[in-house]
């Protein structure tokens, strides 16, 4: 994250938690959307957590939940509100991770990508920190289109806070199945002027191939997404 947005995040931790307190009907959306996909056995890993709107809820459905982020006053709001022993909260760099590779079973990145200046550093420490098969869930604001979504980012941006990808619902599915993660599933939650894709994927590069091949068939002689010539 650019200086810039690290000081516009550390400035709107006090605040945060009750800014967010008008989305809590899209943050229960996406925390049911994730649950299912939670067991007890699992270690999972969230980046940019805020001060905890989905750490807190989803956490007491998994063995550990380290939530980080990379601004020291948002993670000291997010320690307030710790409900589970499974809980832990660090502040840690997203695109220079501490952890072992192949750490975790599954890692959560919401809301984040879209405003980082190179969200493809933070994929490949997600890929490195990932078990084989592992889960990423990537709930994402994306671009509404229209004057009022677009008079609303510029209000935004006027505050400090920057947007580097607008992508739409399609372009941020894409981008995702472009660095090797197997979208199973993904739904636009929210109303038009502020979209949400909230994305499930797994890190599979084999699973995603074989699943493409059987569902889609050849194209163009290649694996789509893969960049592999087609099975003799």
């Known amino acids: 994250m650019s200086e810039t947005g690290a000081a516009f995040w550390q400035k709107m931790a006090r605040h945060y938690t009750s800014l967010m307190a008008h989305s809590a009907p899209l943050y229960s959306e996406i925390c049911n959307r994730i649950r299912p996909h939670l067991s007890r056995d699992m270690n999972v890993l ?5 001060t905890g709107q989905l ?44 952890y072992a590779p192949e750490s975790f079973d599954a890692v959560v990145i919401a809301n984040a990508l879209h405003i980082l200046p190179e969200p493809d550093r933070v994929l490949r420490e997600i ?24 008079l609303r ?4 941006e006027r505050t400090g806070f920057h947007v580097y990808h607008r992508w739409n619902a399609g372009e941020f599915v894409s981008y995702l199945s472009m660095h090797d993660f197997w979208v199973v599933e993904h739904a636009l939650l929210g109303g038009r002027v502020l979209p949400l894709c909230c994305a499930a994927c797994r890190w599979t590069p084999a699973e995603r191939i074989t699943a493409q091949s059987r569902s889609e068939g050849r194209l163009h002689g290649r694996y789509p997404g893969t960049g592999l010539g087609t099975a003799e």
């Open 46 to 50: 969230e980046l940019a957590c805020g």
């Open 153 to 156: 980012t510029w209000c935004m």
């Open 55 to 98: 750490s807190v809820p989803l956490s007491p459905y998994v063995r550990l939940w380290e939530a980080t982020d990379a601004a020291p006053a948002m993670i000291q709001e997010a320690k307030k509100r710790i409900g589970s022993s499974r809980l832990h909260f660090s502040v840690q760099d997203a695109a220079h991770l501490p």
């Open 127 to 150: 890929q490195r920190v990932l078990k084989p098969g592992g889960w990423l869930f990537a709930p994402t604001f994306v671009h509404g289109g229209g004057r009022l979504a677009r």
